[in-house]
């Protein structure tokens, strides 16, 4: 009997009261945790060395180094000796300081640091006197040390995109800077030294939080460029009459509620934006600035367009979308040189005919107005190549569309049109076409002659099928059909088979029978999405198409799939995406897809991952979120390039969901690794305990609560044969049910049978001992 045969473990009292110290499953995964990030921290990766004077070069007298998007972190030490530099450009590495001996480097004019991790500048950069040009945008540099002074040959300072809340007044020295950019910083103001850079030619200042603009800027009287745009500006100073040379002033995305008198006196401006701003109106006298180009006015509260804008002769660019305009004066035709006219998102309902005789117009935004039809004259505007008619009441394509030669891009998507004229197809240069969220019913044959069209987007009609005609789109590149009801996939479609490279028919009424075998024959198709449709079995055929990059098969919206073909490995897909489906497995054979980068498998029922999935190699993205899986593969680790891990709402043991929650990689494998040897080090402890505890008709018992097969239990029986052999048989027994059960072979589970076949006394030992394991970590 069990009792005759229980032998008191060492160290173990009683075992229903587990002394307190003993560690709850939480506090043994931080433990792990712990052990494995310093695990990591002691394994930093290498950094590779690199050859200084491999990345030199000359340049006339110059002596370059291009140490370019190196993910340098620290620069390499014997730089500092190639005293003869002029030219250091040290762009788009992880730089988070500069060595001191940088002065060494006596001869520096043109020293690049962009986009590192800096965030302060080393006194050394303000000693090197010759410099010229210093480039130190995108970092985190929150100061500027008035050491600057000393760079008396600077012409070109850049620092947009830092955290710099102050310039020093010793800016003021620097008197041959020509371009000083600022941009994208924390400055409330700017020094009034600055007033001194009378050589400043461009000052960018955008994206800051300056209220207002300090008049001593205004001293700067051979200013050409001034850029304020995005700051919290009312108003400017008086004094910004001086500008006698100013050709571009930048003020969009500030608060202005009206333009400054004094911008109106800029006869010299060339382009005005004061996008973004509470503009309700413009001045007539912004007739005064006859030499403006570009004026921009987008996303105000303008409800008139000025009739005085169109005294403006030398426009080329004009935009005044996002406003509450009504209506587009008569005198509009003055603009000659119009080039781009930009009126979408207003109120107009009436193209007047005079617009016809902007005759260099190349680009006419009109989306989201209240236009039903355009004025036949439209035919004089023979150089426009784009169109954009979007979201306006158009039941059908205006005739004189017909007659734009040149156009190349024309969308009118959010209509009622329902079909398009014979003489469309005579636009032979148009290349996209966007007549999505309209009333089609067909793919109109028109279309179908456009001979250089590249993309072609009709989503959300009522489209029911594909025409042949659609073959002889060959340079066709997109096209985008979904959200509409069509239920096969045309074999002509395949005789696409150079050009085409996306193909979107999602929220469509697809079935099994809907894909030919033929799609093989699209080797240029790149990215197909067949989600949200009405699929039974997964489209094998897919896997044969040579090029496949992007393959969408989201079912949320559509008919659930459960499984995917063993065929997969076949596929050289680099992006999969699987979510909404009803899938409790993938397959092995995955591990044979060695292009693959990113799998998305949110949102099915997978319980566990196959160990060949581990051969996923090139895998960089893995979403698993909202399946039911209870562990990962011990070797998820050798999955070295993954680098987006998403494991949210899984029922995760090894590991436990606190460890997975970060994503990172190393500490998930090694949690894993160590879980699993102490797991089979607890295992193999019970397995001693059981061989000692069972008599020979409990083992036999057992044997058939665990469904062992007869010929298994005669091989057992006659190969430990005999009293003697009993404690070997048992322990065989219990490495057989470890055997069949796989990963689901576990302590608990192991505890759980002996509780529910009745032996309690033995079970309450094993739970005592994953207890003290748990304490004393054998």
């Known amino acids: 009997m069990i009792e005759k045969h229980t032998a008191e473990m060492e160290g173990v009292k009683d075992p229903t009261s587990p002394p307190p110290d003993v560690k709850s499953n939480t506090e043994e995964c931080e433990d792990l945790v712990d052990e494995v990030e310093m695990d990591i921290k002691n394994e930093g990766p290498e950094e590779k060395p690199i050859d200084i004077e491999d990345c030199m070069h000359s340049e006339g007298n110059s002596l370059v180094l ?25 762009a788009d590495n992880n730089l988070t300081e500069l060595p001191d001996d940088l002065t060494e480097l006596e001869n520096v004019k043109v020293l690049i640091l962009a986009n590192n991790k800096l965030k302060s500048l080393t ?10 040009v210093l480039d130190f945008s995108y970092n985190e540099v929150s100061h500027i040390l008035p050491d600057i002074s000393s760079l008396q040959y600077l012409r070109k300072l850049i620092a947009a995109e830092n955290r710099i809340e102050e310039i020093p007044p010793g800016i003021g020295h620097l008197k041959e800077l020509t371009e000083v950019v600022l941009s994208e910083n924390k400055l409330k103001d700017v020094p009034n030294s600055i007033g001194q850079l009378t050589n400043i030619e461009k000052l960018g200042l955008e994206g800051n939080c300056l209220q207002f603009l300090n008049p001593e800027v205004c001293r700067i009287e051979g200013l050409k460029k001034l850029g304020l745009s995005g700051n919290q500006i009312t108003n400017l100073p008086r004094e910004i009459e001086n500008f006698e040379c100013l050709e571009q002033l930048l003020m969009d995305d500030n608060d202005f509620e009206f333009i400054p008198i004094q911008v109106l ?51 080329e660019v004009l935009g005044f979308e996002n406003n509450k305009i009504s209506s587009i004066p008569d005198n509009i035709g003055n603009l000659y040189e119009l080039k781009e006219l930009y009126l979408g998102k207003n109120c107009i309902s009436e193209i007047p005919e005079n617009l016809c005789w902007c005759s260099n ?4 935004s009109l989306f989201q107005n209240q236009i039903s039809d355009l ?14 008619l979007s979201d306006n009441r158009f039941q059908k394509i205006p005739d004189s569309i017909g007659s734009l030669h040149s156009l190349e891009i024309f969308s009118i998507d959010g209509n009622e049109v329902t079909n398009i004229s014979e003489e469309f197809s005579d636009l032979a240069r148009i290349r996209h076409l966007t007549l999505s969220f309209n009333k089609f019913t067909d793919i109109p044959s028109p279309l179908c002659h456009l001979k250089k069209l590249e993309l072609l987007d009709m989503r959300s009609n009522q489209i029911t099928c594909i025409p042949e005609e659609i073959a002889e789109l060959e340079e066709l590149r997109l096209l985008n059909l979904s959200k509409n009801q069509i239920e096969d996939f045309p074999i002509d479609l395949c005789n696409l088979s150079k050009n085409l490279q996306i193909v979107d028919l999602s929220h469509n009424l697809l079935k099994d029978i809907g894909i030919p075998e033929d799609i093989s024959r699209m080797s240029g198709l790149k990215e197909l999405d067949l989600s949200h449709n009405q699929f039974f079995e997964f489209p094998k ?34 992006s999969l995406i699987v979510s909404n489906n009803r899938m409790s497995s993938l397959p092995n054979t995955i591990g044979g897809m060695k292009n693959i980068i990113s799998l998305v498998a949110d949102h099915n029922i997978l319980n566990s991952l196959s160990s060949t999935f581990c051969d996923l190699r090139k895998l960089q ?41 970060s994503g990172v990689l190393q500490p998930i494998g090694r949690f894993i690794r160590r879980a699993l040897e102490r797991e089979e080090m607890l295992m193999e402890k019970m397995f001693e305990v059981i061989k000692i505890s069972l008599s020979k008709n409990e083992l036999k018992y057992l044997m058939k609560k665990f469904r062992f097969p007869d010929d298994k239990i005669q091989e057992l029986e006659q190969t430990y044969h005999g009293r003697d052999k009993l404690q070997d048989r048992v322990y065989h027994a219990m490495l057989l049910w470890k055997s069949l059960k796989g990963a689901m072979a576990t302590a608990e589970d192991l505890i759980r049978v002996f509780h529910i076949v009745g032996y309690d006394q033995l079970s309450v030992k094993l739970k005592t001992m994953k207890i003290y394991h748990q304490r004393l970590r054998f």
């Not at 620069?75 to 003869?84: A, G, R, V």
């Not at 117009?361 to 006419?364: G, V």
């Not at 004025?375 to 954009?388: A, D, F, G």
């Open 66 to 90: 291009d140490l370019n998007g190196r993910w340098l972190t620290t620069l390499p030490p014997e730089t500092t000796s190639y005293t003869n530099l002029t030219h250091m450009y040290l």
């Open 123 to 132: 006194r050394g950069i303000y000693l090197l006197y010759k410099l010229e």
């Open 265 to 315: 006196c800029m006869t010299t401006l060339q382009e005005l934006t004061m996008s973004g701003n509470k503009l309700d109106k413009i001045q007539p006298e912004i007739a005064n600035l006859t030499e403006l180009t570009v004026l921009g006015m987008n996303n105000n509260q303008l409800e008139c367009f000025p009739e005085e804008v169109c005294e403006l002769r030398n426009l």
């Open 361 to 364: 117009l190349e680009i006419l």
């Open 375 to 388: 004025p036949i004259e439209m035919e004089n505007l023979r150089l426009l190549h784009t169109l954009c």
């Open 541 to 574: 055929s897919v896997f044969s198409i040579p090029n496949l990059e992007c393959f969408k098969f989201d079912q949320l919206e559509g008919q659930p799939i459960h499984t995917l073909p063993d065929e997969i490995e076949f596929s050289n897909i680099s």
């Open 621 to 661: 993205v893995l979403h698993l979120d909202h399946n039911n899986l209870t562990s990962l593969p011990q070797e998820l680790d050798k999955l070295t390039n993954l680098k987006d891990l998403r494991l949210h709402n899984n029922p995760l043991k090894i590991p436990p969901m606190d460890v997975c929650v």
